[in-house]
């Protein structure tokens, strides 16, 4: 899709803190019939303990039929951890990476946690790179090549920007096919990003994360690094009380809205489990038929 020019929408379903993943995976399906290309499913999202995301992946492709996004976090594997799940993931048939760097332990649930960090998304993404090109990190010719496409990050509101674009260079030098941004509330920000961006050449998912209320958007603001959600904003989602879910729904659209002739896609966060918010959006492209979205929209 993304070298074809069509517009993509991913929509993320993480896996389940527990043993469970049958709700996930209808989730995901409900999803899918509401006109989403792509499912991505994220690794141990804010240093929280849950299932296996390889796992997670792997079943949506077989339960589904649908193609997955892996986020591959370099936190908590070493060196020889992270080349031993990027080899399973090919064996498995997963064959979309998002490399992230990784949160820290200490925002999670286990703060005493060891994180590994053997290396960083630059360099996981150097070792993935020359997988597909059919070579192990030690050097040595591989029995047969990866066949990966590569996403990274990106924070449009970074504190340090001069230093977030920098790294994106740096990024695309080590391997990087496409770019998944963190959710962004203000078009100014997001202009700027896009327009710094674009000699990189790079396709873009611009990250829509709708708000589910005030106190989900202070947060945000005030917890999340690379998370700046302008006072406008934060004053429509405390203006609107009981409707504040629509009201995210509403401005995460608006951002879309803004930029989709220009981006290669839109990469959809439903906030707390609230999946009916990413089929209100999936609604607002235009996706879907209206019976599967009528029959999918419960969270």
Known sequence: RLASGRFSVSVEVNPPPGLNPQKKIEVARKLIDAGADVINTSDGPRASCRMSNLTMAELFQREVGCETILHVCCRDRSLLGLVSHLLAAQVSGIRNLVIITGDPPKMGQFPDSTAVYDVDSVGLLEIASGMNAGVD??????????????????EPAARD?????????????????????QPVYDPETLERFLADARPLGLPILVGVLPLANHRNAEFLHHEVPGMRIPEPVRERMRSAGDGAGAEGVRIASE?????????????????????SSALRILEALGRGEPEALASAKTD
């Open 255 to 275: 951002m879309v809205e803004l930029v989709k002739d220009r981006v290669a896609g839109v990469y959809i966060m439903p906030p707390l489990g609230r999946y």
């Open 161 to 181: 920007y001069e230093g977030e674009l920098r790294r994106l260079e740096a990024k695309k030098a080590a391997g990087a096919d496409f770019v998944m941004t």
């Open 137 to 154: 990190p030690a050097g040595r010719e591989m029995e047969a090549p990866t066949s990966f496409l590569l996403a990274t990050g990106a």
